[in-house]
């Protein structure tokens, strides 16, 4: 099972964007996904991380109130739709499926916020 990112791309200061993270198959004991970033230079981050038991979403303090993660259950997928973009959100974006065997890391996608 692979998980894969969409949505990265270029996108001016205050701008949105939307990011789209799918699982390839099924995974029985996934419970949830969690969206990472890297910047250059920078430790990959946990930018917030939502659960399907019913455990609220996590949303880390420089993108609470900008970022909202969500899950279509029939599509079996998971979004991160961004708002109000800064500079400073330029980074390597990645999801991880949460499962109680083994996470599974999707490849990443590019968000570069430049004018």
């Known amino acids: 099972v692979q998980v894969v990112e969409s949505g990265g791309g270029l996108v001016q200061p205050g701008g949105s964007l939307t990011l789209s993270c799918a699982a390839s198959?099924?995974?029985?004991?996934?419970?949830?996904m969690s969206w990472y970033r890297q910047a250059p230079g920078n430790e990959r981050e946990l930018v917030a991380s939502?659960?399907?038991?019913?455990?609220?979403?996590y949303y880390a303090d420089d993108v609470e109130g900008r970022f909202t993660m969500s899950h279509d259950y029939a599509k079996d997928t998971w979004y991160l739709q961004m708002e109000s973009l800064k500079p400073e959100d330029t980074a390597v974006y990645y999801c991880?499926?949460?499962?109680?065997?083994?996470?599974?890391w999707g490849q990443g996608t590019q968000v570069t916020v430049s004018s």
């Open positions: 198959g099924y995974v029985a004991d996934s419970y949830g």
């Open positions: 939502l659960t399907v038991t019913g455990g609220g979403t």
């Open positions: 991880k499926l949460l499962a109680l065997d083994n996470d599974i």
